[in-house]
């Protein structure tokens, strides 16, 4: 019989040698609830860059997503979700769209934030959100900028879904934090000549610009211009009203914080609602 080997409690952190119960706090190894909490308490981490956070969740559920469109449609549809996965998968993973409104699937505001079509997609999302993510993540507490990127990403999707298109993507959320900055900017004192705004407003310039052209080029793929519009406008008003409350207690301590967890806990919800509708038809 294999032996364990000594390690760290996932629970607390302390040594509990090759024992299979903590001697400090009476977790098991490997039990789910010590994996939850050493994720918990990981969130929670003051050095943990929420940025990189969320560039692994997008990540972990486009792998995902690949692993499905295999699964359901052999080799052919794992090839296919590398640039644009089925139909059917898509829903499955988040989408936005009329249907939001039309048949109550509110889950979409939420899932599609994380959820990518195709690889390309994946990627290029990503590296935007490597350079702007940080930049804001340093001006404001790390569960005002999730909040930020949550909401914004909602805030896109929902106008996206208002004006009766079906899309998915970080892009909107980005977008959002792109918003943000450029307020947080302009609320901070900064010059619009200044290099950081200049920056920052071209990159502002040069999505909506490329999003608006490749849509009137007629090109295969259509860029969701309505999702980038809602998620900037989003991000924008929410650093409006964090710059009025930051310096307030309350906020700092406790709305903020447990506004940060309701999101993601809205956001597991928001999955596991859609998991629920595609299997099993829950209504």
Request: aromatic fraction near 12%.
């Amino acid at each position: 019989m294999a032996q364990n080997a000594p390690s760290l409690c996932r629970n607390c952190g302390k040594l509990m040698g090759t024992a299979d119960e903590c001697p400090y706090c009476g977790a098991r190894r490997g039990s789910p609830a010590g994996y939850v909490r050493s994720w918990m308490r990981k969130l929670s981490d003051p050095n943990t860059s929420v940025t990189h956070i969320i560039m692994g969740a997008c990540c972990a559920l486009f792998l995902v997503t690949m692993l499905l469109s295999g699964f359901f449609f052999g080799i052919q549809g794992l090839v296919q979700a590398l640039l644009a996965p089925p139909s059917e998968i898509l829903l499955l993973m988040g989408l936005t769209g009329p249907f939001v409104f039309s048949e109550g699937y509110w889950w979409g505001l939420f899932t599609s934030v994380f959820s990518h079509i195709g690889l390309i997609h994946l990627g290029f999302n990503m590296y935007v959100l490597s350079i702007l993510g940080p930049l804001l993540e340093r001006s404001v507490s790390r569960s005002t900028f999730w909040s930020i990127f949550v909401l914004s990403g909602a805030g896109g999707a929902f106008l996206t879904a208002l004006m009766g298109n079906v899309a998915a993507g970080a892009s909107g959320a980005i977008m959002g934090v792109l918003g943000a900055s450029l307020v947080l900017g302009y609320l901070s004192g900064r010059d619009l000549n200044d290099a950081m705004m200049q920056t920052l407003i071209r990159w502002a310039v040069l999505i909506f610009a490329f999003g608006i052209l490749v849509n009137l080029m007629g090109a295969a793929i259509r860029i969701d211009n309505w999702g980038h519009l809602g998620g900037f406008l989003t991000g924008a008003a929410l650093v409006s009203l964090w710059s009025f409350v930051k310096t307030n207690r309350t906020y700092r301590d406790k709305v903020s914080p447990v506004l940060g967890w309701a999101l993601l806990a809205i956001l597991v919800l928001a999955f596991v609602r859609s998991w629920m509708t595609v299997f099993f038809g829950a209504g």
